[in-house]
């Protein structure tokens, strides 16, 4: 087995950004999220977020594609989110997502940020290259 060391930062928003996570199932989205990047292989880190985006801090194994792995985990959730959770507002994801590779060292500063997402955005100390979903 290669010896590997890669840490990503993903975020990706609700279709249209609409604020449709709602607090009553956001843990349980967060949950499934992290399930379905485990089965991939993955490691998850942490999983947070607000209600029209999420963020995953994760080790993905070199031998998984990151396109693929994003697509998957979104997939997933979403079929989640439509027909385990079964909401009454359809639930979508936006198709794009952003993803930054960062080293070991800045790994507890990542967690701590996606962990407290609410408090970030509600008092204005979000971290403008991890809230990235498209380039400017």
């Known amino acids: ?14 279709k249209n950004r609409e604020p449709l996570i709602a ?6 989205l967060h949950g499934a999220i992290a399930a379905k990047a485990t089965r991939l292989g993955a490691f998850v880190h942490a999983v947070g977020g607000t209600e029209d985006h999420v963020h995953l ?25 439509n027909h385990i959770l079964n909401v009454d507002t359809p639930f ?7 993803v930054v590779s960062f080293g ?12 407290n997402q609410g408090a970030h955005h509600a008092d204005g100390t979000t971290i403008t290259m991890l809230e990235q979903v498209v380039s400017e």
């Open 1 to 14: 087995m290669p010896y590997w060391r890669l840490f990503y930062h993903f975020v990706w928003g609700t």
């Open 23 to 28: 607090p009553e199932w956001a843990g349980a």
């Open 57 to 81: 801090v994760v080790s993905v194994p070199p031998k998984v594609a990151l396109s693929t792995f994003i697509g998957q985990v979104k997939g997933y959730s979403s079929h989640f989110v």
């Open 92 to 98: 979508a994801w936006q198709s794009e997502y952003g």
């Open 104 to 115: 070991g060292k800045a790994l507890d500063m990542v967690v701590r940020y996606v962990r």
